[in-house]
């Protein structure tokens, strides 16, 4: 079975600081992959997906991910975080080749709190 | 575009009972799926319905159960409630292309507490 790990549990930060959290997935197939993020109070919003092509995806508020299908992994990068970026961060993965194509695994979470 | 809706946004039940959950996708979105979130287990997939048909489940008993209409409204099923089986149940809507489904827009969830 295919599973999504996240090795951040919670990360702490200052404005301004620049950020990177983890994603590795295990499925060898081909996959689509996510970063959710959920704010205080707030419903699960998309912030990026990749499906195929440039590696290297931007999304909303900055954020931007990086697939390395070498390393199974999809990080999230943002050059300088700010106050209201604390939320916590799922990463997701779709298989697209098998029949759970449209089961989506997220990892457990990051909770990142960034201070003032 | 409205979001996915859900209702109720909370509900307080009794151990045994049986509780039905509802969720409006997005308009024009056919795919549905479900899910589970606690502390302990994080999120959790349960079913997926397209066409008014189950395409996929998750591992969860059969007391879940599931269904959706031809408007592509769903809704999901308790039965024979568990204090285990308090937590926020997520609905998720996507588009589909020839079968298969995009990326999904949550509702805000429901929040069942079993008491």
């Known amino acids: 079975a295919q599973s999504v790990s996240q090795h951040n549990h919670h990360v702490i930060l200052s404005e301004a600081a620049s950020l990177e959290l983890g994603c590795n997935y295990s499925y060898g197939g081909t996959v689509n992959l996510f970063w959710y993020v959920q704010y205080p109070g707030q419903h699960l919003q998309l912030l990026l997906k990749?499906?195929?092509?440039?590696?290297l995806v931007k999304g909303i508020k900055g954020f931007e991910a990086e697939f390395i299908k070498s390393k199974f992994s999809f990080n999230l990068r943002k050059p300088s975080v700010q106050w209201s970026d604390t939320a916590e961060y799922f990463c997701?993965?779709?298989?697209?080749?098998?029949?759970?194509?449209?089961?989506?695994?997220f990892g457990s979470g990051t909770q990142l709190t960034v201070l003032p | 575009k409205a979001g996915v809706t859900q209702t109720p946004r909370y509900l307080i039940k009794t151990r045994g009972q049986q509780v039905t959950l509802s969720c409006s996708p997005i308009?024009?979105?056919?795919?549905v799926s479900w899910y589970q979130q606690t502390p302990g287990q994080g999120l959790q997939f349960l079913f997926e319905y397209f066409s008014e048909t189950q395409r996929n489940k998750g591992n969860f008993p059969g007391r879940f159960s599931g269904r959706q209409f031809s408007n592509s409204r769903s809704e999901m099923n308790v039965s024979t409630l568990e204090l285990g089986d308090s937590a926020l149940y997520l609905c998720?809507?996507?588009?589909?292309?020839?079968?298969?489904?995009?990326?999904?827009?949550f509702g805000p969830g429901t929040r069942l507490t079993v008491t």
């Open positions: 998720a809507s996507s588009w589909t292309l020839a079968g298969l489904s995009y990326e999904q827009y």
């Open positions: 308009s024009g979105h056919r795919s």
């Open positions: 997701a993965v779709n298989l697209i080749s098998s029949g759970s194509a449209r089961q989506l695994t």
């Open positions: 990749y499906f195929s092509g440039d590696p």
